[in-house]
Nanobody, 119 residues
Framework: VQLQASGGGSVQPGGSLRLSCVASGDTSSLTMGWFRQTPAKERETVAVISRGDTPYYGDSVKGRFTISRDNSKSTVYLQMNSLKPEDTAVYYC???????????????WGQGTQVTVSS
């Protein structure tokens, strides 16, 4: 499956952004996730949503970010609220046919969208 992420941009601390990721095919059988990376850090898990809509969040975004999906549109969303400068990164969406949150299992990746949080 091919993935196309969008919605990144620049926002002030405390602001919000919503990322979208559209897949080229049916997503109902896929686990979908959002990940992020900066030049100084390894790619990390932001949020994952299972085929059954069970969400998983990385510790640094719990209570601020919400992942959701609309299989009728083959789209997964990441609502990001109360953004902090440390959320600045390139955000990637990814998919796996496995029921897992392990980043190693995700084998389809989008191109990434830049999120910058700065005053």
């Amino acid at each position: 499956v091919q993935l196309q992420a969008s919605g990144g941009g620049s926002v002030q601390p405390g602001g919000s952004l919503r990322l979208s990721c559209v897949a080229s095919g049916d997503t109902s059988s896929l686990t979908m996730g959002w990940f992020r990376q900066t030049p100084a850090k390894e790619r990390e898990t932001v949020a994952v949503i299972s085929r059954g809509d069970t969400p998983y969040y990385g510790d640094s975004v719990k209570g601020r970010f919400t992942i959701s999906r609309d299989n009728s549109k083959s789209t997964v969303y990441l609502q990001m609220n109360s953004l902090k400068p440390e959320d600045t990164a390139v955000y990637y969406c990814a998919a796996t046919p496995r029921n897992t949150v392990s980043i190693r299992a995700f084998d389809s990746w989008g191109q990434g969208t830049q999120v910058t949080v700065s005053s």
